[in-house]
């Protein structure tokens, strides 16, 4: 089990990833798109990346939407899922 302050590391960056390509993670809940379960997910596959650092740079360096997440990114693949169900 990963502690506390790695898990809310995280969690801040897959919703700033996330905010980054548009996406609006809560508001993804609430429609029934994304689950908890997969939101849980999504954090413990960022624990698992090696560039938090890096992703941590990317994004306090990002000021408008960007078109896809870093090739790093653990996550890619769940945000571009929700962008193609965008309503």
């Known amino acids: 089990m990963q502690p506390p302050k790695t898990l809310k590391r995280h969690a ?3 919703d700033q990833m996330a905010e980054a390509v548009g996406l609006d993670l809560e508001e993804r809940m ?4 994304l ?14 990346c090696a560039q938090p650092c890096a992703c941590e740079a990317f994004l306090a ?22 962008r193609g169900s965008a309503s």
């Open 30 to 33: 609430l429609r029934g798109e």
């Open 35 to 48: 689950t908890f379960g997969e939101l849980d997910d999504a954090v413990l596959r960022c624990t698992g």
């Open 61 to 82: 360096g990002t000021t408008e939407t960007i078109a896809d997440t870093p090739d790093y990114c653990r996550n890619a693949e769940l945000f571009r899922e929700l």
């Open 12 to 14: 801040k960056l897959v």
